[in-house]
């Protein structure tokens, strides 16, 4: 039997639940929220859903605590079993630790253990966030959205914390576009360059004015929006030949006065006289919930009073399933531990700011 959010928290540590699978994880879930819990599964291949409801009251309010169950896999060089918890000296080791069981374990312990509510508590969790998250919460909010029983509010437990335990939310997430140029020339011997057209030459004069570049001022809450240059590769690996075409591919991780476009009048303004192909896919795109919203002001209110700390507003880091909430417009913020070991061999987080996490969602839910 579980007593404590600790407890809970270890043993969703011990199931090996490696994207997109849950390890049985979600079976142990069920039987623990219990049959006071309307129990949802939203299953699509190999990837499970669950969504969790209990109305406590007739109100129309519907707060949601969401967030995934999938780790990326442990990857070599650990101390100890990545999915054996260790416990030493107030700290727990294992792959999850930070990203996110302790997001999850604190929100079903405080979500449980609530006694009232004004209105509806829903959990939403998830399978498939570290992998394409293409059939998990998105599909699950399209399923929402249809029965019409979409939540007023959102938090996500994400590790958000940067220094000390509570000195940052996260309100917004920057978005992520990928570019991807080809640029053509005349292949030849190196011997004879006059014979041919290089493209490493007609894109060395551009490099430097994409390259790292700040395609935007950023605001009051999103830094400025960088291009950033991944990958260059040209030839055939062999020194006498020229090659015939140059594959250049980018990343600009963007805020809300940065999109496509920018980006593809940048490329084409300097690419104009070249040979060249360009495209773009957007893996994600920008949100922001406005610093007002009541769910920011509760939540703030909520980490004053448990550790008597002023915290900070933030949209740095990848991409959350936040981005989908904010995409049903749903008014999303994210909170959790902090976040300095996330996919890293040894991944841990301390004790302290698990039971503390729990104390601060236990918080929220009393005065919300």
């Known amino acids: 039997m579980i007593t ?60 949601c605590f969401a967030g995934h169950i999938d780790v990326v896999p442990a990857g070599d060089g650990w101390s100890s079993d990545p999915f054996v918890p260790i416990e030493k000296d107030g700290t727990i080791t294992a792959r999850g630790t930070q990203d996110m069981k302790s997001g999850v374990a604190s929100m079903l312990y405080a979500c449980k253990h609530i006694a009232k509510f004004d209105g509806t508590i829903t959990i939403l969790l998830t399978s498939d966030e570290e992998g394409d998250a293409v059939d998990g919460t998105v599909r699950v909010l399209e399923y929402m959205k249809a029965k019409n029983i979409l939540p007023d509010f959102a938090v996500v437990a994400e590790p958000t914390c940067e220094n000390i335990f509570g000195d940052t939310i996260k309100i917004g997430r920057r978005g992520s576009i990928n570019g991807y140029l080809d640029v053509q020339g005349v292949q030849g011997h190196a011997a004879y360059p006059q014979k041919a057209v290089n493209p490493i030459d007609l894109i060395a004069p551009i490099l430097s004015q994409i390259s790292n570049k700040d395609l935007d001022n950023g ?45 593809r009048n940048l490329i084409d303004g300097l690419c104009e006289n070249l040979n060249y192909k360009f495209h773009m896919t957007q893996g994600s795109y920008p949100f922001v919930t406005n610093k007002g919203s009541y769910i920011v002001k509760k939540l703030q209110k909520s980490i004053k009073h448990i550790l008597n700390i002023d915290t900070n507003y933030s949209t740095a880091g990848g991409t959350s399933d936040a981005r989908f909430f904010a995409s049903f417009d749903v008014d999303v913020v994210e909170f959790g531990v902090i976040n300095d070991k996330i996919h890293s061999v040894n991944e841990s987080t301390n004790i302290y700011e698990v039971s503390h996490l729990t104390k601060v969602f236990e918080e929220l839910l009393k005065e919300f």
Do not use: C
């Open 4 to 63: 404590n959010d600790i407890e809970l928290f270890k043993k969703l540590l011990s199931f090996r639940s490696v994207t997109p699978y849950d390890d049985g994880l979600f079976d142990f879930v069920d039987e623990y929220m219990g049959d006071k819990w309307h129990i949802e599964k939203l299953d699509f291949g190999v990837v499970k859903n669950r969504v969790y409801t209990k109305k406590f009251s007739d109100k129309a309010l519907n707060l």
């Open 219 to 263: 605001d009051e809450f999103f830094a400025p929006s960088k291009l950033v240059i991944t990958d260059i590769r040209a030839g055939m690996e062999a020194t006498n030949v020229t090659p015939n075409n140059l594959k250049l591919m980018l990343n600009v991780r963007n805020s809300t006065k940065t999109d496509q476009k920018d980006v």
